[in-house]
């Protein structure tokens, strides 16, 4: 069974750092990994989508890469701003369904 | 504009009275889902579907309906609302194999739904 964790829970970082958000998952046979952003008490904004052939996408200051064999994810902001803040969730598809099987999410807190 | 939309964004009801939740999209995408958001469980799968009068159960279905009449509608249906049903819901859509956007999930607003 697909299980995705999420390392940390939540972040906390000075405004202009570099950081790096973790996503593993324990069933490397995955169609592809999402990378979410969510603010409070909103929907989901996709950030970028790695296709199970690829082994990383970019979107302006983000950056995600993906490795099957390991299981893992990490999803890279580059200096980052307050806007930043937010929660950002983890999502492998790895069934003909489309299901996604979530993380919990990092809670990022950019401090001005 | 390509997008999932969802109504209502906002409900409160009552023990057991019936409810529909829409969800409508524009992309021409045959799989559409439903799930639903909850604190320290993340999201889980409702139903889905993989194209017109084709549904199945995710991994939480009990207590919930839904049909796929059309391509582009997927109501979800809670025929006697319950308090552990006070959740919030999300509507997504995925392309197909010959679709630009294969295998990206497009997601709906949400719909924060209160059970009494």
């Known amino acids: 069974k697909q299980e995705v964790t999420q390392i940390p829970a939540a972040l906390s970082v000075p405004e202009g750092e570099n950081l790096v958000l973790n996503c593993s998952f324990t069933?490397?046979?995955?169609?592809?990994l999402q990378w979410f952003r969510q603010d409070p008490g909103k929907g989901l904004t996709s950030l970028l989508l790695?296709?199970?052939s690829q082994r990383e996408q970019t979107s302006g200051r983000l950056n995600a890469s993906l490795d099957k064999s390991s299981g893992r994810s990490t999803l890279y902001i580059a200096a980052s701003q307050p806007g930043d803040s937010a929660t950002y969730l983890c999502a492998v598809n790895g069934g003909n369904n489309r299901k996604l099987i979530w993380g919990l999410g990092t809670s990022l807190a950019v401090n001005p | 504009e390509a997008q999932v939309t969802q109504n209502p964004r906002y409900l409160i009801t009552v023990t057991g009275k019936k409810l529909t939740v829409t969800c409508s999209q524009n992309?021409?995408?045959?799989?559409m889902s439903w799930y639903r958001q909850d604190p320290g469980l993340g999201l889980r799968q409702i139903y889905y579907?993989?194209?017109?009068?084709?549904?199945d159960k995710g991994d939480v279905p009990e207590g919930y309906k839904v049909s796929r009449k059309e391509k582009r509608n997927f109501p979800l249906i809670l025929e006697s609302p319950s308090p552990n049903q006070t959740s919030l819901y999300f509507c997504?859509?995925?392309?197909?194999?010959?679709?630009?956007?294969?295998?990206?999930?497009?997601f709906g607003p949400g719909t924060r739904l209160t059970v009494l």
């Open positions: 992309m021409n995408h045959e799989y």
């Open positions: 069933d490397s046979a995955i169609y592809n």
């Open positions: 790695i296709q199970s």
């Open positions: 997504a859509s995925t392309g197909g194999a010959f679709s630009s956007s294969y295998n990206e999930q497009f």
């Open positions: 579907s993989m194209n017109v009068e084709v549904t």
